[in-house]
Every structure is written in structure tokens, then in C-alpha cells.
């Protein structure tokens, strides 16, 4: 399985960028997939989260009225549209499969992760 993140990059505090996730070597559709961020000097965690049929999604409270998760499986792509960015949402994001169909925030359960992409919000 191939995770491939791009559309990070440097953007202004309020302003807005959309990430995407392409897939391959893997039934796309069949698995959830979550999108999660690490900060320089802290630890990985869940950003936002979308059942295989997009039908559930899930946000951190951090990211909530902000941050959307979306998929179009037709594509085998996974996107987080992430509009009023703050400084503190600075960070690599990543994006990884679960191992089963639904939704959740819970790192345990995704098995496949992307490189990474770096976003980064200025004030």
C-alpha cells in the first residue's frame, strides 16, 4: 500500500489549504482512512477521520468547524480541506489507512501511512 500526501506549504494565519492523499496497492474503498499531524517536539495525533463510504467522519476537537474530511473513492483520494489556519496547526500531516471500514481517531488502528506533508502557518 502507497500513501502519497501533497498540499502543504506556507500559508498565513486565516487563510486555508487543502491536503490530499492519493492510495494505491489497496481496495481504497473498502477501509477508513484519518488524517493525523505531528508538531516539532510532540507526539502524532488524530486530526480527522472518514469511514470507507464517507458516510461518518470524525474531528479533534482542536480542528472542529474548521478542518474537513472528504473522499472520493472513484480517485482513491482522501482530502482535508483546512480553512481559519493558525499558527498552531503548524505541523507534518499525515494520512493512513485503518484497518477496517469505519471511522475512528484512534492511531492504534490505521496500519498504512503517507510520507507526510508540511504545513506551516505563520501569524
Known amino acids: 500500500v502507497q500513501l502519497q500526501a501533497c498540499g502543504g506549504g506556507l500559508v498565513q494565519a486565516g487563510g486555508s489549504l487543502r491536503l490530499s492523499c492519493a492510495a494505491s496497492g489497496r481496495s481504497f474503498s473498502y477501509y477508513g482512512m484519518g488524517w493525523f499531524r505531528q508538531a516539532p517536539g510532540k507526539e502524532r495525533e488524530s486530526v480527522a477521520a472518514?469511514?470507507?463510504?464517507?458516510?461518518?467522519?470524525y474531528y479533534a476537537d482542536s480542528v472542529k468547524g474548521r478542518f474537513t474530511i472528504s473522499r472520493d473513492n472513484a480517485k482513491n483520494t482522501v482530502y482535508l480541506q483546512m480553512n481559519s489556519l493558525k499558527p498552531e496547526d503548524t505541523a507534518v500531516y499525515y494520512c493512513a489507512t485503518n484497518r477496517y471500514g469505519g471511522a475512528n481517531l484512534d492511531k492504534s488502528t490505521y496500519d498504512y501511512w503517507g510520507q507526510g506533508t508540511l504545513v506551516t502557518v505563520s501569524s
Open positions: 472518514i469511514s470507507w463510504s464517507g458516510s461518518s467522519t
